[in-house]
């Protein structure tokens, strides 16, 4: 049977690679099935196998080394469309680091089939056993042989509620398997044994891959094949946007700057920089000034820094980034390291800092002022920005005032102290 999935030559794989074997019972599986080139969406990962890509005319996806089920997963979800077939290409490396993906997506039964290549050892790094790994396997870290059983997939994708799982030895005609998984409505695996002809014939000189199953206890059979209800995505049409399309700040102010000012403000998780600089940036739109704004904060979010860097301008933004900002705002210690090195290479602007923080040398015009000591810790980043707008009057305050009394922040806050400079 001549190709339609797969383009024609030789694949990329190491010569006697079982990889190959793979691809191609694939080819003729999807053939069998009568299904369409642009049906079919190829999921795979780091690895080996993962090369693939580039020889299969159909869509094709390549992600993060064990995250190709995952990534399937969504795929699958998220076009809801029986027609379509998602086929995940991993190795039994990825498929140890992404084990909970396959395990969950039987479970919820996805509508997918995953093609475990399991050559029992990572191909791609040096040949380290895997998971997947059987006993007395001799692997390039395991010269001696493994010592102990890898974990059965197959029987945990069925015992996850899989509605088709198949595990073969692949170096003979498998596709009618690899048909009947493709056939089976929700989620499908079948696991291909296989030996790496770089580093498992190398490591285990005359070994009968039968022999290695047998001795493991890994069955080469059809573990499900059952009619089940495959995931269903509940598609949700009264939702609420998260985006407001219809949301507008009219123009009732007006900014006499006439280039672009780039400001950093840096403080503390807890002192509301992100919010303080959306309430910023919604007033200088107001202010008929154009406005980016980019937040950075670590993973723990409620502690550590948070900064924003924000750039308004009576000109089209046209690149987001600010390197040298003409305006630092430091409100604590977190917010000053964060930013030392910006500050320390700074050969311009101003730099507004609270009195509790001891500034780096500097080129910059530095203004100390009692931010921590006038208001509430919560409120610190909206009172140093107020103190900014009040000082350069790059837009009215006033624009910031209607701004923050039409926010929800609002009854939570003391506009009076928050207007105090003296």
Known sequence: MSR????????????????????????????????????????????????????????????????????????????????????????????????????????????????????????????QPSEFTPYGFKTTTTPEGTNRNGYDLCKLAAIAGASFVSRVIGNVDFSDVLSKAFAAKGFSLVEVMEICPSYGVKANPGMKLKNILDAAGLEVKTFVNKETRSFETNIRTNVKRLLNDNENIPVKYKSNIDKPVNILISGSAGEGVQSAAEIFAKAAVSSGLNVSKKGNYPVTVGVGFSSSDIIISPEEILFTGTKDPDIIIITSKEGLDYSSAIIKNSDKGIIFYDSSVSMPETKATLIKYDFRKRV?????????????????????????????????????????????FS
């Open 4 to 127: 339609k999935f797969l383009e024609d030559g030789e694949l990329p794989y190491c010569k006697g690679c079982g990889h190959s074997l793979v691809a191609n019972n694939i080819d003729i599986a999807l053939q069998k099935n009568n299904y369409s080139i642009l049906d079919i969406i190829i999921v795979t990962d780091i690895g080996c196998h993962g090369i693939i890509d580039k020889s299969f005319k159909t869509h094709t996806i390549h992600g993060l080394h064990g995250r190709s089920v995952a990534l399937a997963s969504g795929i699958s979800a998220g076009t809801s469309n029986p027609k379509k077939k998602v086929i995940v290409l991993v190795g039994d490396g990825g498929a140890t680091i992404g084990m909970q993906h396959i395990i969950d997506a039987a479970h919820n039964n996805f509508n997918i089939t995953v093609i475990v290549h399991n050559n029992m050892l990572y191909g791609m790094t040096g040949g």
């Open 376 to 420: 509430p810790a919560k409120n610190v980043s909206l009172y140093a920005l107020l103190y900014y707008v009040d000082y350069s009057k790059v837009f009215p305050l006033d624009a910031v005032i209607e701004t923050l009394k039409n926010d929800k922040l609002s009854s939570k806050l003391e506009l009076n102290k928050l207007l105090d």
